[in-house]
Every structure is written in structure tokens, then in C-alpha cells.
């Protein structure tokens, strides 16, 4: 490891690196590459000049053409303009590849966060039996699911980690022909992805990359924490994942496609274990083990070729591990037996399932099921349901479902969107007996508001498969800023229902509760979200003891800050003692996969990091609550924050604007993702109904990351006013919660650029609305560097935010292509007579140029 201060291992690791690859990708030999690089650093210089005398995008583009490319026509320079973006997603993939290879130099392995260093802190200070006692108990989940927020195709993802491994061995020779294979790839995909395309692409990371890291951490937690002689019972690492379980907002998502995600994962782990045998085969030719691992070898291939599915058990698998382990020391020396061992921790970890299916849709949809469930019984004259049941107080209907009993031919339903959720219920029973109960076992319900949604799908998993033994965990997510201070009330509710009480009471005593940081923040702004969502956490914490139950909080988070992402591991380790923290689980999705978990380096790294975070504060003897007085100031920094941000959002030209001025619409046009972009298909947009990726990406495309960072100043300005600044900076001081929201914003600032965007300034409609949104960004910039006393953003973050910079460097040339065609866009539709023709290929020019800029941000994890 270099004693190098990091943003220096940055310097020479990366930036240095990446001058010298572009400089080999410029020059290879095909034309429209080399003609390209030639000219995209001309358009680049063009770009920085014209906005540093304040040009807008449109005369920049203007000025090139004139200057250095006067003899083009249009078609020629329209095709040039393609050519750029082409070329920059090229180069945003090469500083992909770079950063991945040095994260083992850039960041430090052995460092803090890193299980070596809590276990050398641990054994240093005679705290090992307390951290044996924290790993005991302590889990972390990650869960993957398929939101669209990175645009990479598998053969480019293929070809990052091929880059990476070159420029790792610095084989000029592969570099060079890796290089030419990435321009001649291409990025965009021709039709949508369908949810089971998506699963397979995850499950490429789960084989490649989660099969071994994870095995490595679970195989240095056993050996240098553990003896010997000491069980670790806790499997300590999981995944979660969504992709063909996640029917929220998703029709594409059929019962049918759950059993075939869940047939490929079982079958990716066995393919796992095949190889791993193989491998020990090579290894185990002793006598009384060679033929019995021959043994395994032939049934765990006959499950992969589907000649015999039941050949060989999980159970029967992991026992005649043991065996042969047993063998290996009392007869061999203990010859190989690392390699045994790991096998047999890896088994422990992904089990027949590799990762844990959850199944996910919204409340609004379950009601609706639910109703046309007790039409159809009370048609069919059932007894199930009484026939007034609708009439019913919703006391009256809880007690009802709490009772419910009976079964019926799920084909009497002949809505087929409430026959298709019933299925997938019966589903997740079939997926149990199958791969085992932890293949499955959650059933998230979005938008939960009431224990009534909880209650309805309670009946309905019961009538639909599973009668008297429920073995599925109920996840109520709540997600509003309403909804997450309702939540406690919700839970009580649930809690002193004395059938939902045994229902925990058979599942451990614990209820997982989901939390909504993408749609909190949609919602409420900023600071008010992750507020809200830290005080639901403490209540629902305080509700959940009082009733003997454990509560483990999952957190839907996306990549940028605006979406809960940032820094995720200094968030938790930021948690009060009166937040239960027995288990981290949140959501990965898109470029924090790629970028944070994407190779065998950082997926380590990220997930020591995470466990770390759960544990650290324990062992350092840290219970960090705020005071009264700081409680207080974060309570009116977050109501003076929200009350800015919902003023803004009821401004008459926020909707418009977004959908006149951003991407959003275009979200649609790239075939990212299997899910429809907002949740109705009405041709009017409705706040309520807009997704919150498109949401976030639509202001991070015109560099203006409004929900990283709208009504933070505000709320600062107020203190600063009234001359109690020193109280916000006492706050910033003393809590470490508020610290990390500081820094996250920041990241937010850091990557906003408004001279793309200052032409808006003197547009008729919209000027005023952009003036409002820069004030802001300029009274946050201004606040935030008072609060930190920085001179710079992200100051103390050198090497992050030299990544940033590198990153904006590259697609500024991007950015403003983007902006030029949405220009020519709007020109057009004021034209008296349209052109459709020319109108498409603008379209096609915002479209193709979200790749590059969506790519580019993933350090935003």
C-alpha cells in the first residue's frame, strides 16, 4: 500500500492513466474515430471558452461549426454531432475501467472500515469478544433491483471488466484491441429489456463478482475472528433481489416470469458450486474423498443439464462437505482443507437460492385485488368473506382478516391482473418448496398507509398458498413525508392485533419495515426526507421494543445523494443507540452496482465498509445522541427546508418546466429499463405519478440537482438572519447524521453547472423559475462553504471530487449537444410548419446523449 496521500494515488492511478489511454483510443485506426478525436477536443475548448464569456449551448455548437468545420452541410454536421456522443461514452467507459482498476491502490484495503482494521482495533483493546458477540447477531443486506439508472448493455459491462484487468497486468497490446472492440459496440438497446433480461444481467454480478467476495469476508470473519472450535451461526452477509419479483408499477412482471428468476438463480449458484468442485477434484485425489466428490460432481451437473433436479440436496450437499472435511484431518493432514472450508461457507451464505427473491407491488393495486377477491367468494358463495364485508368499519374488516380462513380455485378470479397477483403468491410458496424458504420470504407492499393494506395481503397470502403456516415477512414501506410520520400508529395498530402478533412471534419476533428515500425526498425536499425518515426510524424503534419486537429497517436508496445514496456507510455508522441497527439492508441499483460492487476489490471494500458501520460505534463505546438544543435546529432547519421545497413544487411552472425544459420525457426513449417511466398512462403529467429516477435525472441532466440540495440554503438563511448561525454550526459539530447530509449535498453542488443552462434566465416563460432555482443553488453554495468552513466544495474529499471533475470534463462536450437539441426541439414546435423529419433526429440527439451523462455520474454512489 503507498504511503501517498490518496488524491496523489488518485493522480497517478487515474487521472495520469486516463491522458495516456485516450490518447491510444484517439489514435486508432479507423477513421471516424481518428477524425473524431481530432475534433471533439477542438468542440471541447469551444465549449469552456463560450461559457466562460457566457454563451448558451446554441451558439457554442454555432461557433465551432463556423470556426473549424465551415464547409460542413447540415446532414454532415448532424452526423458529427453523433460521432461526439459516441466517442464521449466511449471515453466515460475508459474512465470506468481505469478507476476500477486502481480502486485497490486509490483506496486502502487494510483501512479503516476494513474488517482487518476493526479486528486489529478489537484485539488491540481487548474487545474480541465483543466483536464475536456483534457478528453473532449483525447482518447486512444488500438488495439489487433493476431501476434503470446506468445504460451499459452486458457486452460493454464485459468489456469494462476485460479494461480493467489490461490496464491492471498495463497490457498495451490488450488495452489497445479492448479499445478498438469498444468503438465498435454499440451502446443503445433496440427494444426494451424485459424483467427477466434484467434479472440475467444482475445475476452476471451475483456469479462473477458477490460469489467471490462475499465468500472472502465470510472466510476471514471465520479464520482470523473465530476459532476453530467457536460456530458462528450468523450467516452475516445476504442479497436481496428484485428484478422478476418487483411487480410495483411494472405489468411486464408475471408469476411466471418470479418462477423463472428464481429457476436461473438457483441454477447460477449450482453452476457456482459445480465449478468450485471441479476445482477440488483436481486437488482431493486421496483415498476414501476422490470418488465421493466425483459423486457431487455428477449430481450437481446433472441438476444444471435438468436431467435430475432433486439429484442431490442442499442439506445432503453440505453434509457430505463435512464428511470429506472430516476425512481431510483425520487422515490427510488437513491437506486443502481452506479450500473445503470456503466451499462449505459459501453453501452457508447462498444456500440453493443465492439470493433472497422479494416479491414487491403497491397498495392501491392489493386493495383493488382484494376487493374483486370478495366480490368473486361472496359471487361464488363462499363463507370466507360475509357479504356486507364492504360495508364494514375497518376495525370490523381487520378483525375479519385476522381470522381468515379457507381455500379456493384461484381460477374462479377472472380479472386477470388480480388472478396474475394471487398467482404470484402461490408462486412464492412453490419457489419455497423448491429452493427453500429463504429463496422468497418478503412481500413488500408499497405505499403502505394503513395496517389495513398489511392486513389485506396477511388474507390474501393465506387464502392464496400458505393456510395456517404463513412463512412470509410482511414489509410495509412507507415513503411519503405523511406516511413516514403515520407509520408508528400504523405499526402499534399491527402490533396489538393479537394474529398478527403470532404471525412475528413464529418469525423470530422481528418486522421488517422499508423506508422510501427516493420518494421521501420527491415528496418533501432534502433535508426534510432524511429527517423524517431518522425520526420514523427512532419512533418506529420505540414502538417496536415496547411490543418485544425487533425491528430491522431495509432503505430504498438510489445512487446520488438526491436519491438517499452519497456516502452510505458513514450515514449508518451516523445512527443514534435509539435507532435499531441489529441489521443494514438497502437497496443497489444501476451504477452504484457497478461502480460501488462491480468488481471482486470494491464489492469487498463497500460491504467491509457497511459492516463496519454497524459495529464501530459499538465497539468504540460511541452513543451519539443529539441534544435537545441540536434537535431543535434540526427541526426547524428540515421545516423551514420543506416548507421552501413544497412552495417550489407548487410553483405553476415546475411541472411544465420539467417537461419542457429536461430530459424527462425522454427517459421513456432510451429502452433502459423494463418499467414504464411514470405509474399512469395518461398523456398529462401528474406529480404523483412521476418516478423518482426519471425525476432525479432530469434535474442532474441540466446540471441543476435541485433535490440534492433545494431549500438547504434556505433554511441556513434563516439562522444566519436572526444571527444564530453558531447554532447550525454547533449542530454540523455535534452530530455526525447532520455531517453526513452536509457532505452529500455537497456532492450535489459539486456537480451543478448552471452556465449550461443560464440562457433559461431570458426565456419568457421560464426565467424567473430558473432565476429561483440559481438563487437558491447559490445561497446553498455560499451557507454550506460558511457552515464547513471550506473554501472549496467537497474540500476534505479531494480524491472524490477530482473524480467529478474528470467526469464533468468529459461530457461537457455532451451536456451541451443535449442542450442544443432540446433548443432546435423547442424552435421547431413554435414553427408554423413542422418538420417531423428533423424534429425525430433532435429527439434522437437528447435520447443518445443521456447514456454518456447518466454513465458519467455513478461516483454520485
Not at 469476508?217 to 450467516?235: A, H
Not at 383493488?368 to 363463507?383: A, E, G, Q
Not at 410495509?476 to 402478533?501: G, H, Q, R
Amino acid at each position: 500500500m503507498s504511503k501517498l496521500p490518496k488524491i496523489k494515488r488518485f493522480e497517478e492511478s487515474v487521472e495520469a492513466k486516463y491522458k495516456i489511454y485516450n490518447s491510444i483510443f484517439m489514435t486508432l485506426p479507423f477513421s471516424s474515430i481518428t477524425k473524431t478525436g481530432v475534433l471533439l477536443p477542438l468542440f471541447h475548448e469551444t465549449c469552456k471558452k463560450g461559457y466562460s464569456q457566457g454563451d448558451d449551448p446554441t451558439t457554442i455548437v454555432k461557433t465551432f461549426f463556423e470556426k473549424y468545420q465551415a464547409r460542413r452541410d447540415e446532414k454532415s454536421q448532424i452526423n458529427l454531432l453523433f460521432r461526439f456522443i459516441q466517442y464521449i461514452e466511449r471515453q466515460v467507459v475508459l474512465f470506468d475501467a481505469i478507476e476500477d482498476a486502481a480502486f485497490p491502490i486509490v483506496n486502502n484495503m487494510d483501512g479503516i472500515g476494513t474488517l482487518r482494521n476493526l479486528k486489529e482495533f478489537a484485539s488491540s483493546n481487548n474487545k474480541m469478544e465483543q466483536l464475536k458477540d456483534f457478528l453473532q447477531d449483525f447482518k447486512v443486506r444488500i438488495v439489487l433491483t433493476a431501476h434503470p439508472t446506468q445504460f451499459y448493455p452486458g457486452s460493454v459491462l464485459g468489456i469494462i471488466t476485460a479494461l480493467s484487468e489490461a490496464i491492471k497486468n498495463n497490457d498495451l497490446q490488450q488495452i489497445t484491441q479492448l479499445l478498438a472492440q469498444l468503438g465498435k459496440t454499440p451502446f443503445f438497446r433496440q427494444s426494451k429489456p424485459t424483467p427477466y433480461d434484467e434479472a440475467i444481467s444482475l445475476i452476471w454480478y451475483l456469479e462473477n463478482v458477490f460469489y467471490h467476495s462475499f465468500g472472502n469476508i465470510y472466510d476471514y470473519i471465520k479464520e482470523n475472528i473465530f476459532s476453530e472450535s467457536e460456530d458462528l451461526k450468523n450467516d452475516v452477509i445476504n442479497i436481496g433481489f428484485w428484478p422478476g419479483g418487483d411487480r410495483d408499477g411494472n405489468p411486464f412482471v408475471t408469476p411466471e416470469t418470479t418462477l423463472k428468476v428464481s429457476e436461473k438463480l438457483k441454477e447460477a449458484i449450482i453452476k457456482n458450486y459445480y465449478r468450485d468442485i471441479r476445482l477440488l477434484k483436481r486437488k482431493l485425489t486421496f483415498a476414501g474423498i476422490e470418488d465421493r466428490i466425483i459423486s457431487l460432481e455428477r449430481k450437481l451437473y446433472e441438476i444444471i443439464l435438468k436431467k435430475d433436479t432433486n439429484s442431490i440436496s442442499l442439506k445432503s450437499l453440505e453434509q457430505e462437505l463435512l464428511n470429506i472435511k472430516d476425512i481431510l484431518i483425520n487422515e490427510h493432514q488437513s491437506l486443502y482443507l481452506k479450500e473445503v472450508k470456503s466451499l462449505l461457507n459459501k453453501i452457508k451464505l447462498f444456500g440453493f437460492h443465492f439470493a433472497n427473491l422479494d416479491i414487491r407491488q403497491d397498495s392501491r393495486q392489493h386493495h383493488n385485488v382484494f376487493t374483486i377477491l370478495v366480490d368473486t367468494l361472496n359471487k361464488h358463495n363462499s363463507t370466507i368473506f360475509p357479504n356486507n364485508y364492504h360495508d364494514l368499519e375497518e376495525t370490523e374488516q381487520i378483525k375479519i382478516l385476522s381470522e381468515i380462513k379457507g381455500t379456493f380455485d384461484l381460477n374462479i378470479i377472472k380479472d386477470e391482473f388480480a388472478l396474475k397477483t394471487m398467482k404470484t403468491m402461490q408462486v412464492i410458496k412453490t419457489i419455497q418448496d423448491k429452493n427453500g424458504e429463504a429463496a422468497a420470504n418478503r412481500y413488500i407492499i408499497s405505499n403502505n398507509q394503513t395496517s389495513l393494506n398489511v392486513m389485506q395481503l396477511y388474507a390474501m397470502l393465506k387464502l392464496a398458498a400458505f393456510n395456517d403456516q404463513l412463512t412470509v415477512d410482511i414489509v410495509p414501506l412507507f415513503e411519503t413525508i405523511t406516511d413516514l410520520k403515520n407509520a408508528p400508529k400504523v405499526m402499534e395498530e399491527l402490533y396489538t392485533n393479537s394474529s398478527y402478533m403470532n404471525h412475528l412471534k413464529k418469525r423470530g419476533q422481528k418486522q421488517t419495515i422499508m423506508l422510501g428515500f427516493s420518494d421521501g425526498t420527491k415528496d418533501g425536499g432534502y433535508l426534510m426526507a432524511n429527517w423524517s425518515i431518522f425520526k420514523a426510524k427512532e419512533a418506529l424503534t420505540a414502538m417496536s421494543r415496547k411490543y418485544g419486537i425487533t425491528v430491522i429497517f431495509f432503505d430504498g436508496r438510489g445512487g446520488p445523494p438526491a436519491r438517499g445514496g452519497g456516502k452510505t456507510h458513514q450515514f449508518y455508522a451516523s445512527l443514534g443507540p435509539n435507532i435499531e441497527d441489529r441489521e443494514v439492508q438497502l437497496t443497489i441499483q444501476g451504477q452504484t452496482i457497478s461502480s460501488n460492487f462491480g468488481t471482486l476489490d470494491s464489492s469487498q471494500y463497500n460491504m467491509e465498509q457497511l459492516i463496519s458501520s454497524g459495529i464501530s460505534n459499538k465497539l468504540n463505546g460511541i452513543n451519539e445522541l443529539m441534544t435537545d438544543d441540536n434537535i431543535s435546529v434540526m427541526n426547524e432547519l428540515a421545516t423551514i427546508s420543506y416548507q421552501t421545497y413544497s412552495d417550489f413544487k407548487a410553483h405553476p411552472k415546475f411541472l411544465s418546466y420539467l417537461e419542457k425544459m429536461s430530459t424527462l420525457k425522454y427517459y421513456a426513449k432510451t429502452n433502459i429499463g423494463s418499467r414504464p417511466s411514470k405509474r399512469n398512462t395518461s398523456a398529462s403529467l401528474v406529480f404523483d405519478d412521476l418516478r423518482a429516477i426519471p425525476f432525479v435525472g432530469s434535474w442532474s441532466q441540466l446540471k441543476q440537482n435541485v433535490p440534492g440540495f433545494f431549500g438547504v440554503g434556505s433554511a441556513m438563511k434563516q439562522f444566519e438572519a436572526k444571527g444564530e448561525f453558531d447554532k447550525v454550526v454547533q449542530l454540523y459539530n455535534e452530530s455526525s447524521f447532520f455531517k453526513t447530509l452536509i457532505e452529500n449535498s455537497m456532492m450535489s453542488l459539486s456537480k451543478s453547472f448552471f452556465d449550461l443552462t443560464k440562457y433559461m434566465a431570458n426565456d419568457k416563460e421560464y426565467g424567473e423559475f430558473w432565476k429561483l432555482i440559481y438563487d437558491e443553488y447559490l445561497l446553498s453554495h455560499r451557507l454550506i462553504l460558511k457552515l464547513t468552513g471550506y473554501t472549496t466544495l467537497m474540500e476534505n474529499q479531494p480524491a472524490g471530487k477530482a473524480s467529478i471533475d474528470i467526469r464533468e470534463h468529459i461530457v461537457l462536450p455532451l451536456l451541451t449537444i443535449q442542450q442544443y437539441a432540446l433548443k432546435e426541439i423547442q424552435k421547431l414546435g413554435e414553427q408554423e410548419n413542422s418538420n417531423p423529419e428533423k424534429q425525430e433526429i433532435f429527439e434522437k440527439i437528447v435520447t443518445r446523449s443521456l447514456f454518456g451523462n447518466i454513465n458519467a455520474s455513478r461516483n454520485s454512489a
